[in-house]
């Protein structure tokens, strides 16, 4: 009797794990009606393509992030095979300090370069992958631009820390392989992983006996060396290299024309054949349309892109092709931002990583008492709010865009919507508040099963949003199917 009481209390709590997982919570029970869709963009009246623009989050392995997503839209929805979809190359910055032969940037940690040559530097470059497909019962094409950054974080992430974790916790084996070795791994076989740590000096590290308890060595190695370690460096000097790296690739999915992936030559007849400058001199047309999709340390990393590019240093001028290629990735930063209705946020940190934005009250700085900006000290004149600002900025491009789409029908004018997604379960996302005058709709979902409100496991919570098929509807449904409760 005991043995069928126990295996009836273990459905019991799987059947209550598979309850929770099909249900979506919002701040607002109406918040969902009020929502826009893929699907949606997918349907308009001409056709235009849609680009889905991936940013991944911290801790990534290697390129793919993207798979569970461009996977679960044919295998939960049905909407393709996993074969449809078409990988029309990757590309690579390649202007500035990317430029082919450049040497590396003279970044030091604690006195040791982090980039000791051009090979070491141009195996750090980000890069963008192309993968196009046709959805059924969707007329328009659908390019997902998957957003590589985690190259230029390996130097560092390698041999700055998991290198000594030898001594404390033990070294985690499938990241010192990915540290040590030199492997293609990537779609197109142009990113690869570069051996940071050399063969030898692998063998030591492996040979050292660790100090730690197995679990315990397993969240230092895995949660913090690999994937918190991604905030600290990107909010530091790295984080205006990554930032330049990005904009560069935001202007080469610009320019990328889904519509000639399959024609003959394929990959290299669609890569920056699309002329995106004329229909930015229009400015009335909606000839592509952009969704974003993030992970986690992705979200900032997404609004960072809108960042101008960086002035030169105090007395040196800038060149002018320096000058041309800066106002160049902005227009293409206005060219995507303004046509982008929707975000949507997988376990974001913006709440996190503001804190390092913090900024002095602007209508206090001008009070009695209080010293102009001018006269506060370095430190805090520098703070900006950044996500604020690129916000901003973002909504006044889009609002500007639809003004210029419909100047005389104010009601057909559509607002820019963020969706937020969190797993109450899931330890690394916070809740997104509204953002200046843009509305963040904040919706909550089970990417885990729960078992019985003691325990939930933190990683799937963490990562299974683009496999949880409820999240996957609300994404890709049309609007009527929200009105209607689906």
Request: proline fraction near 6%; glycine fraction near 6%; include cysteine.
């Amino acid at each position: 009797m005991g043995k069928w009481i126990r295996i009836a209390l273990i459905l019991a709590g799987l059947s209550g794990g598979v309850a929770a997982q099909a249900k979506v919570a919002a701040d607002s029970k109406d918040a969902l009606k009020t929502l826009t869709s893929i699907g949606d963009a997918l349907d308009s009246a001409d056709h235009h393509p849609v680009h889905i623009l991936y940013v991944h989050g911290m801790n990534e392995i290697g390129a793919g992030d993207s798979a569970l997503l461009r996977e679960s839209i044919c295998t939960k929805l049905n909407l393709c095979a996993v074969a449809d979809w078409k990988n029309a190359g990757a590309e690579f910055p390649d202007k500035g300090e990317f430029a082919p032969g450049a040497p590396p940037p003279p970044f030091e940690y604690q006195r040791s370069r982090i980039w000791n040559n051009a090979e070491e530097w141009r195996a750090s470059a980000p890069f963008v992958v192309h993968w196009v497909v046709h959805l059924r019962r969707h007329p328009a094409v659908l390019v997902v631009d998957e957003m590589n950054w985690w190259p230029l974080v390996l130097a560092f992430k390698c041999r700055r820390i998991m290198a000594s974790e030898a001594y404390l916790a033990g070294l985690n084996r499938q990241l010192l392989q990915v540290c040590s070795q030199q492997s293609m791994q990537d779609p197109g076989g142009l990113g690869h992983f570069y051996p940071w740590i050399s063969p030898d000096e692998a063998a030591r590290l492996a040979a050292i006996r660790p100090h730690a308890a197995l679990i315990n060595r397993s969240l230092k190695d895995g949660l913090i060396d690999w994937g918190v370690s991604d905030l600290a460096i990107v909010v530091g000097p790295i984080g205006g290299l990554l930032r330049d790296g990005l904009r560069q690739l935001m202007a080469k999915s610009a320019a990328f024309d889904p519509n000639l992936a399959g024609a003959p030559g394929g990959a290299s007849d669609a890569r920056g054949r699309y002329d995106w400058r004329a229909q930015l001199r229009r400015d009335n047309t909606m000839d592509q349309e952009f969704v974003a999709v993030t992970h986690s340390l992705g979200a900032f990393l997404l609004f960072d892109t809108l960042t101008a590019g960086s002035a030169a240093p105090a007395g040196q001028a800038i060149t002018a092709p320096e000058a041309a290629r800066q106002a160049d990735e902005n227009d293409a930063g206005r060219y995507i931002f303004e046509r982008t209705l929707l975000c949507y946020f997988f376990a974001n940190q913006l709440q996190l990583l503001e804190i390092t934005n913090l900024e002095t009250d602007s209508g206090a700085a001008s009070g009695a008492g209080q010293p102009p900006a001018a006269a506060q000290p370095p430190a805090v004149a520098a703070r900006v709010a950044k996500l604020r600002t690129s916000v901003d900025e973002w909504e006044k491009l889009h609002a500007d865009f639809q003004v210029a789409l419909h100047p005389n029908d104010v009601p057909a004018r559509k607002r820019l919507q963020v969706v937020a997604w969190s797993d109450p379960n899931d330890v690394l996302t916070w809740r997104v508040a509204r953002v200046g005058d843009v509305d963040v709709v904040n919706l909550y979902v089970q990417n885990a099963l729960n078992w019985f409100r003691l325990f939930a496991w933190p990683i799937a919570a963490h990562v299974n949003y683009a496999r949880n098929k409820d999240v996957l509807r609300v994404m890709f449904s049309d609007t009527k199917d929200h009105a209607a409760g689906h």
